[in-house]
């Protein structure tokens, strides 16, 4: 049994957890030794407690790593859940196949990304990543190992799909990949002066895009609030720049953490003058972008959430109906400025019509706003409240596999249908986030 820090991405509690290999994982899954005490851990960059279990074990799932089979006439491919993206793109990448869907991060198990149904900038043309699952192996306490897909077993099948983990152990799964005559992309940049001119040109963007993704200029403030930079992007068709592809140990690191919150204001301030300004440059030309860059641009230093300081950070990532976009999102903007903590990182994306391929998936119509805060104690938790509130007035949802504190009323404002997943989450498996939102929920039912 490893002891480690199996740290989440936001590092908000830092202790010193218990993992189990696969094999033991299993073994002790197998023989039902209790209630709750087990949960599949892929590479913790889910940023709070979605992929802890503080009081049981977790199971390292990274150490199953191993590609299984891959047609390169169909670009059906099927891997061990401990796989992350960045393998599964070298071993397709020089036969013409891309993943359909992709993260801001490449470092993500195959496990973790079918288990949270993330999304990627081109929700609008291909959903979410559940939706190119064609098949995988789950092993359950209660019946064992199953092979599922969309016919046989709906209804479990739909459940494990942005299911955190809680209906079994994902060991394998069976993807199609989507054929791309390059992984760069043509990249367009349009400058934008407040939401509402964002929301004009965002619809438009999609349609002619296959990816589209908003930076905003969070600490601009007054007349300037909600500019940003739009930058959309088509696949090019003639190969690849030769850029080198980074292994993560040979990238540029934070080695140690610093004392404090290296990204406070003055410091975001003029990252967000500089990067506005490089990006406004580009604007009206088509530029060609590299794969890494374009999908991945924070992966180039390990460790980047070190700056944030020894207590972490909060991610707050809301989705808001279309109808209500052109309110809540100023609404959402205004009251982080009032709250006086600067967000490194905020990202705005319309999502598509598709919604989710699970039952409890994030992504569902509407825009989504990503917002990142240094973790100041009080203040930053009386403005995630915030946050909060306007997000389910609007009638959107709090994203959970970001989240590290939301209440239980806010948990089922956006998720109803929590309890049908209770009803199919394995009883030996538990999250910290399960235990602090549904559960309160049905305790108090
Ligand atoms: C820089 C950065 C950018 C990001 N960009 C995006 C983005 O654009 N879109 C988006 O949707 N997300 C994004 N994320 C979030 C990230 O993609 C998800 O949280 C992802 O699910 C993490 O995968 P992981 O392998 O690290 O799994 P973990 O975080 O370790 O676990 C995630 C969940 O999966 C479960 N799990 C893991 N393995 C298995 C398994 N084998 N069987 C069953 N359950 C399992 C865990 O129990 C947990 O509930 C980003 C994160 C970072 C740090």
Not at 368 to 376: A, H, I, R, S
Not at 382 to 401: C, E, H, K, Q
Not at 433 to 440: D, E, K, Q, Y
Request: with cysteine; proline share 5%.
């Amino acid at each position: 049994m490893a002891h480690a820090s199996y740290q989440s991405f936001g590092r908000i509690r830092s202790v010193s957890r218990r993992a189990l290999s696969p094999d033991e994982g299993l073994r002790r899954l197998e023989s039902s030794a209790g209630e709750g005490f087990l949960l599949p851990f892929g590479k913790g960059l889910s940023y709070g407690d979605s992929c802890h279990n503080d009081s049981g074990h977790l199971i390292d799932m990274a150490e199953a790593d191993r590609i299984l089979s891959f047609d390169l006439q169909t670009g059906l491919l099927e891997a061990e859940a401990g796989v992350d993206l960045q393998t599964i793109i070298m071993h397709c990448r020089p036969h013409g196949w891309f993943l359909p869907v992709t993260p801001g991060t490449r470092f993500v198990t195959l496990g973790g990304a079918i288990a949270n149904d993330v999304h990627g900038k081109n929700h609008h043309r291909r959903g979410t990543f559940g939706a190119h699952v064609r098949s995988l192996n789950l092993v359950r306490s209660d019946c064992g190992e199953q092979r599922l897909d969309r016919e046989g077993d709906p209804a479990l099948f739909s459940a494990t799909i942005g299911g955190m983990g809680l209906t079994g152990i994902i060991l394998s799964a069976e993807i199609q990949l989507m054929r791309v005559p390059s992984l760069d992309v043509i990249q367009n940049v349009r400058p934008f002066g407040s939401i509402a001119d964002y929301l004009t040109l965002a619809e438009e963007a999609d349609a002619q895009n296959e990816y589209s993704v908003a930076w905003i200029d969070q600490l601009a403030s007054g007349s300037r609030r909600g500019r940003g930079v739009l930058l959309s992007a088509n696949h090019a068709d003639d190969g690849e720049s030769p850029a080198l592809f980074v292994r993560r140990r040979q990238m540029l690191s934070v080695p140690v953490q610093p004392p404090l919150n290296v990204l406070n204001r003055p410091f975001l301030k003029l990252f967000n003058a500089a990067y506005r300004f490089s990006q406004i440059r580009k604007a009206g030309r088509e530029v060609k972008t590299g794969w890494q860059s374009y999908f991945y641009p924070l992966d180039g230093v390990a460790h980047w959430n070190r700056l944030y300081g020894p207590r972490g950070l909060y991610q707050h990532q809301s989705v808001i109906p279309y109808s209500a976009a052109a309110d809540a999102l100023p609404a959402l903007l205004a009251a982080a400025e009032e709250g006086g903590v600067g967000s490194f990182l905020t990202v705005l994306k319309r999502f598509g019509t598709a919604g989710s391929a699970g039952l409890m998936g994030f992504a569902r119509p509407g825009y989504t706003l990503t917002l990142d805060f240094p973790n100041q104690g009080e203040r930053t938790l009386r403005l995630l409240d915030r946050l909060d509130s306007i997000t389910v007035d609007a009638g959107g949802a709090v994203n959970p596999y970001k989240d590290a504190r939301m209440s239980p009323e806010t948990f089922a404002a956006g998720f109803p249908q929590w309890p049908q997943l209770e009803v199919m989450r394995d009883p030996a498996i538990l999250s910290d986030f399960w235990r602090r939102t549904a559960l309160v929920c049905k305790a108090n039912a």
